[in-house]
C-alpha cells in the first residue's frame, strides 16, 4: 500500500475521500472532528503543490440530492479552519464537476457535493467510479469511517485511478488498530457497551480470543444477565441471543465482566426516578446505568491494563441521572493513559462521551470509525483498504 509521503504531487489534482459525516443542526456543524482530522492531509497536499478535490457522503438522503445534507456548509467551515478559500462544487462528477475544479485553479481546494446524491454511489455503480476517478491525477483514501463500505467513492474509485495511496488519518487509524491486535501490552482490557449484543457478536467473540478480559455495559449486558438466570426487569433483552450468550458465557469462564450492580428507572426519561440495586432488577424497573460496584470495578480493571480498547456507553449518558458509569470509564482511560497505557476509543457515543468528559486530549487514540473499527477488531477486511494494496 502507498502512502501519501511515496507521491509526487507538484502541478497535480489529488482526489481526496475524506470522511465529513458531521452532525448538523439547521446548518450549524455541532462537532467538527471528522474535518480537523483530515487537515493534516490536506495540508501536506497543499504544501506538495497539489491541488485536493475533496468528496465526502453526509447523512443518508434518500431518492437524490436533498438540501438537508448538502456539504455546502462543510466547504464554509473547511475554509475557516485551512484559512484558506473553498471552493463549493454543486456537482459531484461530470463536466460541472470538472468546471468547478478548474475554476479553482492551482493550489486550490475543491469540496465536491454529497456522493450520497448519486444513485450509484451505495452499489459501488463501476461507470461512476470511472468518473470519479477522471476527475484527479492520484487518489487518496483518507476516510477511515468509511473504508469498511464497498462504494463508488471508497473501493470503486481506487480500481480506476492513475495512482492510489491511504492519507495521513487512514494510515494512523491503521497502525494504532494494528498495534492493538498483533502486539498488546497485557494486561489488555476491552470495554464494550451500547444497546444491542447483536450489533456486536463478531467482536465479542474476537476480542475475548485476544483480550484478558472483557467488561460489558450498556443495555447488551441485560442479555448476558438473563442468559445466566438473573431477573432483568424491563430492561432491554434480545431474547434470540440468548442461547448465544450462554455459550459465550461458558466459553469465556471468568474473562467477560458483567455489572452486578444497577441504576434503575421506571421510565427512560431526564426526570425519572433513579435508584441503585444489586443483582437482580425488579418487575417493573429497567437498568439504565451500571451501578457504583460495577464502576468502582470496572475502572479498576482500566487503570491496571497496559492497553484498553472502548467501544460503547456503559448507560443513557446522554440523561444526567444515568452517565456515571460511561463517566467513570472514561476517567479511568484517562488515568490508563497517564500510566503509560495505549488507550483506543472508537464508536460515535463513546467519542461523545470522551469529548463531553474533556477528556479526549488524555487518552492516546480517537478512532473516527465506529464500524470500520469494530470490523478491524473482529478481523474482517476492509474494502476500502485492501483496494489500495
Given at each position: 500500500?502507498k502512502?501519501?509521503?511515496?507521491?509526487?504531487?507538484?502541478?497535480?489534482?489529488?482526489?481526496v475521500?475524506?470522511d465529513?459525516?458531521?452532525?448538523?443542526?439547521?446548518?450549524?456543524?455541532?462537532?467538527?472532528?471528522?474535518?480537523?482530522e483530515?487537515?493534516?492531509?490536506?495540508?501536506?497536499?497543499?504544501?506538495?503543490?497539489?491541488?485536493?478535490?475533496?468528496?465526502?457522503?453526509?447523512?443518508?438522503?434518500?431518492?437524490?440530492?436533498?438540501?438537508?445534507?448538502?456539504?455546502?456548509?462543510?466547504?464554509?467551515?473547511?475554509?475557516?479552519?485551512?484559512?484558506?478559500?473553498?471552493?463549493?462544487?454543486?456537482a459531484?462528477?461530470?463536466?460541472?464537476?470538472?468546471r468547478?475544479?478548474?475554476?479553482?485553479?492551482?493550489?486550490?481546494?475543491v469540496?465536491?457535493?454529497?456522493?450520497?446524491?448519486?444513485?450509484?454511489?451505495?452499489?459501488n455503480?463501476?461507470?461512476?467510479?470511472?468518473q470519479?476517478?477522471?476527475?484527479?491525477?492520484?487518489?487518496?483514501?483518507d476516510?477511515?469511517?468509511?473504508?469498511?463500505?464497498?462504494?463508488?467513492?471508497?473501493?470503486?474509485?481506487?480500481?480506476?485511478?492513475?495512482?492510489?495511496?491511504?492519507?495521513?488519518?487512514?494510515?494512523?487509524?491503521?497502525?494504532?488498530?494494528?498495534?492493538?491486535?498483533?502486539?498488546?501490552?497485557?494486561?489488555?482490557?476491552?470495554?464494550?457497551g451500547?444497546?444491542?449484543?447483536?450489533?456486536?457478536?463478531?467482536?465479542?467473540?474476537?476480542?475475548?480470543?485476544?483480550a484478558?478480559?472483557?467488561?460489558?455495559?450498556?443495555?447488551?449486558?441485560?442479555?448476558?444477565?438473563?442468559?445466566?438466570?438473573?431477573?432483568?426487569?424491563?430492561?432491554?433483552?434480545?431474547?434470540?441471543?440468548?442461547?448465544?450468550?450462554?455459550?459465550?458465557?461458558a466459553?469465556?469462564?471468568g474473562?467477560?465482566?458483567?455489572?452486578?450492580?444497577?441504576?434503575?428507572?421506571?421510565?427512560?426519561?431526564?426526570?425519572a426516578?433513579?435508584?441503585?440495586?444489586?443483582?437482580?432488577?425488579?418487575?417493573?424497573?429497567?437498568?439504565?446505568?451500571?451501578?457504583?460496584?460495577t464502576?468502582?470495578?470496572?475502572?479498576?480493571?482500566?487503570r491496571?491494563?497496559?492497553?484498553?480498547?472502548?467501544?460503547?456507553?456503559?448507560?443513557?449518558?446522554?440523561?444526567?441521572?444515568?452517565?456515571?458509569g460511561?463517566?467513570?470509564?472514561?476517567?479511568?482511560?484517562?488515568?490508563?493513559?497517564?500510566?503509560?497505557?495505549l488507550?483506543?476509543?472508537g464508536?460515535?457515543?463513546?467519542?461523545?462521551?470522551?469529548?463531553?468528559?474533556?477528556?479526549?486530549?488524555?487518552?492516546?487514540?480517537?478512532?473516527?470509525?465506529?464500524?470500520?473499527?469494530l470490523?478491524?477488531?473482529?478481523?474482517?477486511?476492509?474494502?476500502?483498504?485492501?483496494?489500495?494494496?
Amino acid at each position: 500500500m502507498k502512502h501519501l509521503a511515496d507521491l509526487r504531487l507538484r502541478g497535480k489534482r489529488v482526489l481526496v475521500r475524506v470522511d465529513f459525516n458531521v452532525p448538523l443542526d439547521g446548518g450549524t456543524i455541532t462537532d467538527d472532528t471528522r474535518i480537523r482530522e483530515a487537515l493534516p492531509t490536506l495540508r501536506h497536499i497543499l504544501d506538495e503543490g497539489g491541488t485536493p478535490v475533496l468528496m465526502s457522503h453526509l447523512g443518508r438522503p434518500k431518492d437524490g440530492p436533498d438540501p438537508q445534507f448538502s456539504l455546502r456548509p462543510v466547504a464554509a467551515h473547511l475554509e475557516e479552519l485551512l484559512g484558506r478559500p473553498v471552493t463549493f462544487c454543486e456537482a459531484t462528477v461530470g463536466e460541472d464537476a470538472v468546471r468547478g475544479i478548474e475554476a479553482a485553479g492551482d493550489g486550490g481546494v475543491v469540496l465536491l457535493e454529497n456522493t450520497r446524491f448519486l444513485a450509484g454511489e451505495t452499489k459501488n455503480d463501476d461507470a461512476l467510479a470511472q468518473q470519479m476517478a477522471a476527475l484527479a491525477d492520484v487518489f487518496v483514501s483518507d476516510a477511515f469511517g468509511s473504508v469498511h463500505r464497498a462504494h463508488a467513492s471508497t473501493e470503486g474509485v481506487a480500481r480506476h485511478a492513475k495512482e492510489s495511496a491511504a492519507g495521513l488519518l487512514l494510515e494512523r487509524e491503521l497502525d494504532v488498530l494494528g498495534r492493538l491486535l498483533d502486539r498488546p501490552a497485557r494486561p489488555f482490557v476491552a470495554v464494550l457497551g451500547g444497546a444491542k449484543v447483536s450489533d456486536k457478536l463478531g467482536v465479542i467473540e474476537a476480542l475475548l480470543e485476544k483480550a484478558d478480559r472483557v467488561l460489558i455495559g450498556g443495555a447488551m449486558s441485560y442479555t448476558f444477565l438473563r442468559a445466566q438466570g438473573v431477573e432483568t426487569g424491563n430492561s432491554l433483552v434480545e431474547e434470540d441471543r440468548l442461547v448465544w450468550a450462554k455459550d459465550v458465557l461458558a466459553q469465556a469462564g471468568g474473562r467477560l465482566l458483567l455489572p452486578t450492580d444497577h441504576v434503575v428507572a421506571d421510565r427512560l426519561a431526564e426526570d425519572a426516578e433513579a435508584e441503585t440495586v444489586s443483582g437482580a432488577i425488579p418487575e417493573g424497573k429497567m437498568g439504565l446505568d451500571i451501578g457504583p460496584e460495577t464502576r468502582a470495578r470496572y475502572a479498576e480493571a482500566v487503570r491496571g491494563a497496559q492497553t484498553v480498547v472502548w467501544n460503547g456507553p456503559m448507560g443513557v449518558f446522554e440523561m444526567e441521572p444515568f452517565a456515571e458509569g460511561t463517566r467513570a470509564v472514561a476517567q479511568a482511560l484517562a488515568e490508563a493513559t497517564d500510566n503509560g497505557a495505549l488507550t483506543v476509543i472508537g464508536g460515535g457515543d463513546s467519542v461523545a462521551a470522551i469529548n463531553d468528559a474533556g477528556l479526549a486530549d488524555r487518552v492516546s487514540h480517537v478512532s473516527t470509525g465506529g464500524g470500520a473499527m469494530l470490523e478491524f477488531v473482529e478481523g474482517k477486511a476492509l474494502p476500502g483498504v485492501e483496494v489500495l494494496g
